[in-house]
């Protein structure tokens, strides 16, 4: 069986990536779901529309990276749960591309990055930024339950003797 080693740079982008998509995913869905003031609302919002611009370079360096430093095909066959681990990731990474697009094409105002930068609103017509809302909002519940499940594979693997934290870190 061929292990598959990351690269230093993987394991930071994975990590980064990680930390960013976590905290956006607990805030975003905290404020949206809690009984919160409009200001926490608005610095929530903030925030995490600065981060996930920010990780939109980064997370397409590390598709290529993911791309580039893939395992060569095997002439023997890959057990089922393996296909299928290789399945979720891919599904795992479309799924993080949607939210981040659908992230942009939702603003109904320029997005402000820290008060570093400003990018203009990319679309005027309020009908589209409705629609890639309700595509954002349905993209983060399916991201939350990818993440929930990649976690879980990874605490199984762990209470199975297979370190794939440790590949990470």
């Not at 890959?78 to 681990?85: D, F, N, Q, S, Y």
Request: charged fraction near 10%; hydrophobic fraction near 55%; charge should be positive.
């Amino acid at each position: 069986m061929t292990i598959k080693t990351y690269s230093r740079s993987q394991k930071l982008l994975h990590w980064l990536s990680a930390v960013v998509i976590l905290w956006a995913l607990f805030t975003g869905f905290y404020v949206a779901l809690a009984p919160v003031s409009s200001e926490l609302k608005g610095l929530a919002g903030w925030i995490n529309v600065s981060l996930t611009t920010l990780l939109i370079p980064v997370f397409v360096w590390r598709c290529f990276l993911a791309w580039r430093h893939r395992i060569a095909p095997s002439v023997q066959p890959k057990p089922l749960m393996t296909r299928l681990a290789g399945w979720v990731h891919v599904i795992l990474y479309f799924t993080i591309s949607v939210v981040l697009l659908t992230g942009v094409l939702m603003m109904e105002r320029s997005i402000v990055v820290f008060d570093w930068f400003t990018l203009p609103q990319p679309i005027k017509d309020p009908a589209l930024t409705r629609f890639f809302h309700t595509l954002h909002i349905a993209s983060c519940a399916v991201l939350a339950a990818l993440v929930g499940l990649h976690v879980a594979a990874v605490v199984k693997h762990s209470l199975n003797g297979k370190s794939v934290l440790g590949r990470m870190l």
